[in-house]
């Protein structure tokens, strides 16, 4: 019998994240969950027994609704890599004598590939030790990069932020057609995977010209390539704006932003902090051409902009979230709930869910025939899978003329 549960949130954030965890609360108040527990700031917040309940603040469907137009980790995130088990067994122990005195029987965790790793190894330490807690996790990164599932929730709403702000620029930088052109290159996270700035082929429209190339971390970074590419635009054109990944490389391996500045600070999981390609990019062509250039670092705006979050995706998020307490409640543990696509036109996805160890630690890349390598450009097989996710809004609900959140006392 499940009768209390804990969730929490890991990694970077999305537009949607919070929609997950309304989609485990609700679900599991729905199927008779007495207590749903938060834990403040990941699995690093649960072993300083940073936890609250949920019901201080969801039991009012108003902030349930705030919850889902909130930016951000509403109950905070880390990143915390879980030892392995003959290197840190104190940690492990902890972690159970902690679920043991809150009576908890199943933890949810959403996350990204790095985040899953915690649900796998907690789901392996109580398979070896029998424990009797359930492990669950629930799909989520901008980054679009865990295996199985179709796309992660998060996803959808970065690249309609994404191709959104990119129509915007591209209007602005056609302004002033009589000069020679300004050269826009727009950065997008990422890390290795370029599904985020594929967004960027959504901006093309009847209303908009869109980006004139798009780099990816899927293709080797040719600096040689670039600059001839730019000048043969700036030759023709009044306006260029250019997508590229942060994660962009050269044959060697180098990070584009490393020609900047190498020295790279590295989270937990060993991964690089990547921001700055677009930066030495525009420094590069404005060096050697004399053009007026511009850099954009979508950053964090990209994840944080749930004022014009995808409905599909906010559904996806909750429907994620409820898919993961139903697998538990059968019984289920040491998995991912997955949505898998199951018609695009009208587009319908059904809910599932897969073991964890083919999940965790993963990276799913762009798929090499979707890429349109000689014109830097998305094929229509991109365009046709990424455009149902982007639609539908949910409209913020305004304070003082800003959408209004909710926030964590
Ligand atoms: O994994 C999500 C993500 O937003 C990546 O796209 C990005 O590279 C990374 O997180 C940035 O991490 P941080 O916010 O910790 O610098």
């Known amino acids: 019998m499940i009768k209390k549960i804990i969730v929490g949130q890991s ?59 909130t930016p951000s980790a509403f109950l905070g995130s880390c990143r915390f890599k879980l030892p392995k088990f003959e290197d840190d067994q104190a940690v492990y122990e902890k972690i159970f004598e902690i679920l043991d005195k809150y009576e908890i029987d199943a933890l949810f965790y959403t996350g990204g ?67 020679k052109p300004t050269v826009l290159i727009v950065e997008i996270m990422g890390r290795h995977a370029g599904w985020l700035t594929c967004g960027a082929a959504l901006a093309k429209g009847n209303d908009c010209e869109g980006v004139d190339a798009i780099y990816l971390p899927e293709e080797d970074f040719d600096m040689d390539e670039f600059k001839a590419r730019v000048n043969n635009l700036v030759a023709t054109k009044k306006s260029v704006v250019i997508a590229i990944s942060e994660g962009i490389h050269d044959k060697d391996g180098k990070f584009i932003c490393e020609y900047g500045d190498s020295d790279r600070a590295v989270d937990a999981f060993g991964h690089k902090q990547l921001s700055g390609s677009a930066v030495t990019l525009a420094n590069i062509i404005n060096k050697e051409t004399g053009l007026k250039t511009r850099a954009i670092e979508l950053s964090t705006l990209q994840r944080a902009a749930t004022h014009i979050a995808s409905l599909t995706d906010i559904e996806e998020a909750e429907g994620s979230g409820a898919a993961a307490v139903q697998a538990v409640f059968e019984g289920k543990t040491g998995m991912m709930a997955t949505i898998m696509r199951v018609n695009n036109n009208p587009y319908t996805v059904n809910y599932e869910v897969y073991d964890i160890h083919n999940i965790a630690n993963v990276e799913k890349k762009v798929p090499i025939e979707w890429i349109d390598s000689q014109n830097k450009q998305m094929k229509q097989e991109y365009l046709d899978y990424a455009r149902p996710l982007i639609m539908g809004e949910l409209t913020p609900i305004y304070e003082n003329g800003l959408p209004k959140h909710i926030v964590r006392k």
């Open 11 to 69: 990694g970077g954030p999305t537009a949607v994240i919070n929609s997950s965890i309304a989609g485990v609360y609700k679900k599991a108040k729905e199927l008779g969950v007495e207590t749903v527990y938060g834990m403040v700031y990941g699995i690093e917040g649960f072993l300083k027994e940073n936890i609250i309940d949920l019901d201080d603040y969801f039991k009012d469907n108003d902030n349930y609704e705030l919850l889902k137009r």
């Open 113 to 179: 590939n790095d985040s899953m790793d915690t649900i796998k190894m907690l789901a392996d330490y109580a398979a070896l030790n029998n424990k009797r807690q359930l492990f669950m996790g629930v799909p989520k990164t901008i980054d679009n990069d865990l295996p199985i599932t179709d796309h992660c929730p998060g996803y959808g709403s970065a690249i309609k932020y994404v191709a959104t702000s990119i129509k915007e620029v591209i209007r602005d930088n056609a302004s002033f057609g009589i000069n």
